[in-house]
């Protein structure tokens, strides 16, 4: 270990050469990100005097005046090579070991066979980053690829032979935000707006009970969000959770927070009601209503005048179907009329009712357990149906309503109050004037 001193910003420019999306890295995180740059810049500066075919040129300015730092970094063994690339599409490990000078039949043999190593074959997707550090005589000395979260698996060698482990990187963390304008969908909005997919995935689940994403958006609805993103071992940003977010929807105001105060926190709207448990409006992520809930209509199958007691939701067959909130299954079978059915039993005298279904999610049984989002089964047109589509219902104390009427609980039993609520005011109130402000620059922007 080596003790080497650098000046910040000369590393922040050196990050920018590396990566143009990282525009402004909060000056309170300087120190965090010097930190977590020494060991890249370590790396970086095996690729000064090693001969390389990677296409990945790297300028380095190394600093020695104007010290404001002082980290300890990780040194390669005397005399070896650090490069890093990533998988390419029809990569085999053997080929991007062989593209980072790696030739080492003991190596792959270790990977191959290894449970921990092995991974590394099944998680091979192009983009994925791999560094590894060799001898000249193109030996593998160890070996660094992406676990979960922002876990790294770690294979080196050893007096007689490899070991592999993962390690757990203390990541950098950012706080990003964004905002967007729907044009034709939110998820090309989010895209244009730089917003990675997980983290609209997350926007979608959060503004679910409010909105229907595929029916209910206009052109011009906006929104905004704050979300947390590390800097993983590999010099890239790995989203994480969203802290905020807003979403405007023909002219309503939609915002939620996350509050980390309640037990593995939560999201909440800002005057501390809570979303979590709520019902969500649709078990189908996409899908249009395509007969209403009526006291009485002409049934097409049955040829009379019948209450329809739920709503029909049009799909293709095989659309997954998840459940509305936390739940216990109280029937998955057959059901006359229903064909293949599930009824789940939800808090506070509600129960759901999915027909229909083509399939049930695998090992769906009752007396189980699920949770909001759960997959449950999937579309189909199982029993007295002219086309694949869900039918939904929503029964309260046994009664069937509209489950898209006003007597659809929004909110469960997690809102705060008297003490707790007054914590989460004051903790949420920072993160809340951030999304204003994200708001502003939206509207200046588009106007
Ligand atoms: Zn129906």
């Given at each position: 270990?080596?003790?080497?001193?650098?000046?910040?910003?000369?590393?922040?420019?050196?990050?920018?050469?590396?990566?143009?999306?990282?525009?402004?890295?909060?000056?309170?995180?300087?120190?965090?990100?010097?930190?977590?740059?020494?060991?890249?810049?370590?790396?970086?500066?095996?690729?000064?005097?090693?001969?390389?075919?990677?296409?990945?040129?790297?300028?380095?300015?190394?600093?020695?005046?104007?010290?404001?730092?002082?980290?300890?970094?990780?040194?390669?063994?005397?005399?070896?090579?650090?490069?890093?690339?990533?998988?390419?599409?029809?990569?085999?490990?053997?080929?991007?070991?062989?593209?980072?000078?790696?030739?080492?039949?003991?190596?792959?043999?270790?990977?191959?066979?290894?449970?921990k190593?092995?991974v590394?074959?099944q998680r091979?997707?192009?983009?994925k980053?791999?560094?590894?550090?060799?001898?000249?005589?193109?030996?593998?000395?160890?070996?660094?690829f992406p676990d979960k979260e922002n876990g790294t698996l770690?294979?080196?060698?050893?007096?007689?032979?490899?070991?592999?482990?993962v390690v757990q990187i203390?990541a950098?963390?950012?706080?990003?935000?964004?905002?967007?304008?729907?044009?034709?969908?939110?998820?090309?909005?989010?895209?244009?707006?730089?917003?990675?997919?997980?983290?609209?995935?997350?926007?979608?689940?959060?503004?679910?009970?409010?909105?229907?994403?595929?029916?209910?958006?206009?052109?011009?609805?906006?929104?905004?969000?704050?979300?947390?993103?590390a800097?993983n071992d590999?010099?890239?940003?790995v989203?994480?959770?969203?802290?905020?977010?807003?979403?405007?929807?023909?002219?309503?105001?939609?915002?939620?927070?996350?509050?980390?105060?309640?037990?593995?926190?939560?999201?909440?709207?800002?005057?501390?009601?809570?979303?979590?448990?709520?019902?969500?409006?649709?078990?189908?992520?996409?899908?249009?209503?395509?007969?209403?809930?009526?006291?009485?209509?002409?049934?097409?199958?049955?040829?009379?005048?019948?209450?329809?007691?739920?709503?029909?939701?049009?799909?293709?067959?095989?659309?997954?179907?998840?459940?509305?909130?936390?739940?216990?299954?109280?029937?998955?079978?057959?059901?006359?009329?229903?064909?293949?059915?599930?009824?789940?039993?939800?808090?506070?005298?509600?129960?759901?009712?999915?027909?229909?279904?083509?399939?049930?999610?695998?090992?769906?049984?009752?007396?189980?357990?699920?949770?909001?989002?759960?997959?449950?089964?999937?579309?189909?047109?199982?029993?007295?149906?002219?086309?694949?589509?869900?039918?939904?219902?929503?029964?309260?104390?046994?009664?069937?309503?509209?489950?898209?009427?006003?007597?659809?609980?929004?909110?469960?039993?997690?809102?705060?109050?008297?003490?707790?609520?007054?914590?989460?005011?004051?903790?949420?109130?920072?993160?809340?004037?951030?999304?204003?402000?994200?708001?502003?620059?939206?509207?200046?922007?588009?106007?």
């Open positions: 270990m080596t003790s080497i001193k650098y000046k910040v910003h000369a590393l922040k420019r050196w990050i920018l050469t590396q990566n143009p999306n990282i525009d402004a890295i909060d000056a309170r995180y300087s120190g965090k990100v010097a930190t977590v740059l020494m060991l890249v810049f370590g790396v970086a500066t095996a690729f000064g005097i090693t001969p390389t075919t990677s296409d990945r040129s790297v300028p380095l300015v190394p600093v020695i005046e104007d010290i404001t730092q002082n980290v300890v970094v990780p040194t390669p063994t005397p005399g070896s090579y650090v490069q890093q690339d990533q998988v390419r599409s029809g990569d085999t490990l053997a080929a991007l070991l062989f593209r980072l000078g790696v030739s080492d039949q003991p190596a792959l043999d270790f990977i191959s066979t290894d449970p190593a092995r590394i074959y091979m997707a192009p983009g980053p791999i560094r590894v550090e060799r001898d000249a005589n193109g030996s593998l000395l160890s070996l660094r770690v294979v080196a060698r050893t007096s007689d032979g490899f070991n592999a482990s203390g950098l963390h950012r706080v990003i935000q964004a905002s967007g304008t729907v044009q034709s969908s939110f998820f090309a909005a989010a895209d244009s707006a730089g917003i990675p997919d997980s983290v609209s995935h997350q926007m979608t689940q959060l503004f679910s009970t409010d909105l229907d994403f595929h029916n209910d958006l206009r052109a011009g609805d906006t929104f905004s969000v704050v979300y947390e993103s800097q590999f010099d890239q940003l989203p994480g959770r969203i802290l905020a977010a807003e979403f405007v929807n023909k002219g309503s105001v939609f915002r939620r927070v996350y509050y980390a105060g309640t037990e593995g926190g939560d999201y909440y709207t800002p005057d501390g009601h809570g979303s979590h448990s709520s019902f969500l409006r649709s078990p189908i992520e996409f899908s249009r209503v395509t007969s209403g809930f009526t006291a009485a209509r002409f049934h097409p199958i049955l040829k009379t005048w019948r209450a329809h007691k739920g709503i029909d939701l049009a799909a293709p067959s095989g659309t997954p179907i998840v459940s509305v909130a936390n739940a216990t299954v109280t029937f998955a079978g057959w059901r006359n009329g229903y064909g293949n059915m599930i009824e789940l039993h939800h808090a506070n005298g509600i129960d759901t009712v999915y027909g229909h279904l083509s399939a049930f999610a695998n090992g769906l049984h009752s007396g189980e357990k699920i949770r909001q989002g759960d997959v449950i089964g999937f579309v189909g047109m199982t029993g007295w149906a002219t086309g694949p589509h869900l039918h939904y219902e929503f029964k309260i104390n046994g009664v069937q309503h509209d489950p898209l009427g006003p007597e659809v609980p929004r909110y469960a039993s997690t809102d705060l109050t008297g003490h707790a609520r007054g914590h989460f005011l004051t903790a949420t109130a920072p993160l809340l004037q951030q999304l204003d402000a994200v708001r502003g620059t939206a509207l200046a922007r588009f106007e």
